[in-house]
């Protein structure tokens, strides 16, 4: 069967129902996922409600169940408890792009047809193939691109590839999406130039990010004017100037030593909704899901769910408030690790941020450390306080995946061997254990990742 047989099986089976209750993530993949599925359901009439959740396990559930919803319709979560919801009796429809475990009817997954679900398509495209097939959703595909940049999907080929390139180009021929090679610092919309710089993280570019003072010197030397007072921001730039600080930028690098990976990483596709009015938060794919991750990540995701759903009024300017909250807990936290540094076992390094990073932003951060850190050939994991327990959160790398290193895998098979649950991707996965755990796990996982990448 193909991907897209299996799509429309799911979609038929939804039109069964009334009413349906949507349970996602609370990132923006998750957010984009059940917005996208929330407009097909309203569109065909059907009822439903939302919730969101850190992880999908056992309790949640079983509070779930608990409820006897008519249909529950799990998006960007499901696929790593799929014996659980087989043995709840629920009746579910399971979108998921994660690892699988386990089996179930009514399950679409990429995984099940060959098709990686960390670079190829991410939950919101999946959800957006079921929604194709629900009924006439073609304009959701601009919520599919920003819930696969999200999940930094185009991050490995500089660009969005496989059916997210399908479902991209989709978008473009109806006219709701650009695609552009650009710069691919963050705040191109909305920031002034030098915030770029500021903020850049990936790369990380030594002794320019983190200081505003340095982030300025850089421009007025390669000779960018401020406009009276005011510095401009990058899309008021002319093409001259946009070209002039790019290729000083690869110069920098160039001259720090960095790496040519490194220095590629400046510049790749970025995605545009035309839709959306420029220079706004929600014009660029990236920025959109920025400020997604800045709601439901801080128990806000009613608000980044308004924002999917069309508000631009009062929902919307609340989401940018949590925007500038959000990147200055990552800046606070990168500089946390820059202090605190990792500490090294034979096949991985970590740290434990204690208190002092909220779980549900811990892995982006210990994603950004990745940009900094002396040992690329060992993935990053971290350690965060979580409620009755502790939240793990891991990054590798290319490198690391071409050696064997699937950290859904292992970072999975250790928390149950602790008695905790965990999963998610080759390249980045997370997990939940009892804390006192915590070197037992260590151990385990440290084995784990030694017999995949040797
Ligand atoms: O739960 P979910 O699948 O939505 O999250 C995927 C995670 O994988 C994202 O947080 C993203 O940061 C991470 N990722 C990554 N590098 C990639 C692809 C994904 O760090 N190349
Ligand atoms: O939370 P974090 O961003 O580190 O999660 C990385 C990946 O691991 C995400 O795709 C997430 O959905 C997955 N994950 C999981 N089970 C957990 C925690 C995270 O599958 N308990
Ligand atoms: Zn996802």
């Known amino acids: 069967m193909t991907m897209g047989k299996k799509a429309s099986q799911c979609a038929v089976h939804i039109k069964k129902h009334t009413s349906a209750l949507v349970v996602s993530h609370i990132d923006a993949d998750g957010l984009t996922s ?21 992880q999908l396990d056992l309790p949640s559930l079983n509070e779930i169940a608990d409820n006897n919803p008519q249909l529950v319709i799990f998006t960007d979560l499901g696929s790593g408890m799929l014996d659980a919801i087989v043995e709840l009796k629920l009746n579910a429809v399971i979108i998921d792009h994660h690892q699988p475990q386990g089996t179930y009817e009514c399950h679409l997954n990429p995984h099940l047809f060959g098709i990686n679900g960390a670079t190829e398509i991410s939950g919101s495209g999946v959800t957006y193939l079921v929604a194709s097939e629900m009924g006439n959703n073609q304009d959701l595909a601009a ?5 696969a940049v999200g999940d930094l999907q185009h991050v490995k080929n500089g660009q969005l590839i496989g059916m997210n390139r399908q479902i991209l180009d989709s978008g473009v021929n109806s006219g709701l999406l650009r695609y552009e090679k650009d710069l691919l610092l963050f705040g191109k919309q909305t920031r002034p130039i030098f915030k770029l ?9 030594p002794g320019i990010t983190g200081s505003e003072d340095a982030s300025i010197e850089f421009l007025k030397r390669i000779g960018i004017r401020q ?8 899309i008021d730039l002319e093409v001259k100037e946009k070209q002039q600080i790019v290729s000083a930028l690869m110069q920098f690098g160039l001259s720090r030593g960095m790496p040519g990976y490194r220095i590629e990483r400046l510049v790749g596709e ?11 938060e929600v014009r660029d794919a990236c920025e959109y899901s920025t400020l997604l991750n800045s709601t439901a990540r801080y128990d806000h995701a009613d608000i980044g769910l308004a924002v999917c759903m069309g508000d631009r009024d009062k929902k919307y300017d609340e989401a940018c408030t949590l925007l500038n909250e959000h990147r200055k807990n990552l800046v606070e936290g990168m500089n946390l690790v820059k202090e605190q540094g990792l500490i090294k076992m034979e096949n991985l390094q970590y740290f434990d941020a204690g208190n002092k990073i909220r779980e549900t932003i811990v892995g982006i951060v210990a994603g ?8 690329r050939n060992l993935p990053i994991i971290a350690f965060a306080d979580a409620d009755g327990g502790i939240k793990i959160s891991s990054r590798g790398n290319q ?6 290193l699937n950290l859904g895998e292992a970072i999975g098979e250790a928390a149950r061997a602790v008695g905790g649950t965990g999963g998610g991707h080759d390249i980045a996965a997370g997990a939940f254990i009892s804390r006192d755990l915590k070197q037992e796990f260590l151990r385990i996982l440290n084995d784990k990742i030694g017999a995949q990448i040797k």
């Open 143 to 147: 919520l599919a691109v920003v819930g």
């Open 34 to 54: 059940a917005a996208i599925m929330a407009k097909a359901l309203e569109r065909e009439g059907i009822e439903y409600e939302t919730r969101f959740l850190r």
């Open 368 to 375: 950004m450390s990745m940009s900094f850190v002396n040992n």
């Open 227 to 234: 406009h009276g007072e005011k510095w401009r921001r990058w």
């Open 270 to 280: 970025v995605y545009t909704l035309l839709c959306e009015r420029e220079g706004t």
């Open 399 to 404: 490198e690391l995946i071409r050696k064997g």
């Open 197 to 205: 710089l500021q903020y850049s993280t990936d790369p990380y570019l």
